[in-house]
């Protein structure tokens, strides 16, 4: 079955430890997008890239780094230089301009 | 620049009753609609989506939603709820050359 797969779900961080997230899609999309979740505040985008090579910051893109080298793979790396990376991360892929978006299960990260 | 608005945080209501979560939209320019519905620690799933045609969409789980233009409004119904319908729902908003926009989401508890 086509979809998009995050790991890990859980992930435990010391402070000033910087950490990757995976989001691997077999889905063939063009686009590829991560958001951050906090309660109360919806999804907030931090990055996404619309083709192989080429990416752009979303509203929350300050101590957060993404590669695009695959078309199947958008990793995410949360940086010491994020200030509150507790989070759950989702990421997503979309097929065409309509912007549908299909979501992993996303990744929960907790800082300790 | 797009907003949605989901005028509700938190919606409660029996089971077996019907529910309407509210979506309001500003855009300038023709707009794609949709609802997701996301289960605790788990990704989004799409509902249902609104792209032309009739103003009312069916969906999945027995919700609908009607697009008025006029309102600027795309709210979701069901007419009975069941407690397998507890969760989140984010309503979203995009068209051709803007971003993905989210609203904040509602939680929808269903009482016993």
């Known amino acids: 079955d086509g979809g998009i797969t995050q790991s890990p779900k859980y992930l435990f961080r010391k402070e000033g430890q910087n950490v990757t997230l995976s989001c691997e899609q077999n889905?063939?999309?063009?686009?590829m997008y991560w958001y951050r979740q906090d309660p109360g505040q919806g999804l907030r985008l931090i990055y996404y890239?619309?083709?192989?090579?080429?990416?752009q910051k979303g509203d929350i893109a300050e101590g957060y780094s993404v590669s695009r080298e695959k078309k199947e793979s958008f990793p995410l790396t949360v940086t010491s230089a994020q200030k509150n990376p507790t989070a759950f991360y989702l990421c997503a892929s979309t097929r065409d301009y309509t912007g549908e978006l299909f979501f992993g299960e996303g990744s929960r990260l907790t800082v300790l | 620049a797009q907003s949605v608005t989901q005028l509700d945080s938190q919606v409660p209501v029996f089971e077996e009753a019907p529910v309407e979560l509210r979506c309001n939209y500003s855009?300038?320019?023709?707009?794609?609609l949709f609802w997701y519905v996301q289960y605790p620690n788990q990704g989004l799933q799409l509902l249902l989506k609104?792209?032309?045609?009739?103003?009312l969409v069916k969906g999945i789980n027995g919700f609908e939603a009607e697009f008025n233009k006029s309102q600027t409004s795309f709210h979701l119904r069901k007419p009975s709820v069941h407690i397998s319908d507890t969760a989140e729902y984010f309503c979203a908003a995009s068209n051709r050359d803007d971003k993905i926009i989210f609203g904040k989401g509602t939680r929808l508890h269903i009482l016993p």
């Open positions: 890239s619309q083709i192989v090579n080429d990416f």
């Open positions: 855009s300038s320019v023709s707009v794609y």
């Open positions: 889905l063939n999309h063009d686009a």
């Open positions: 609104y792209l032309s045609g009739s103003t």
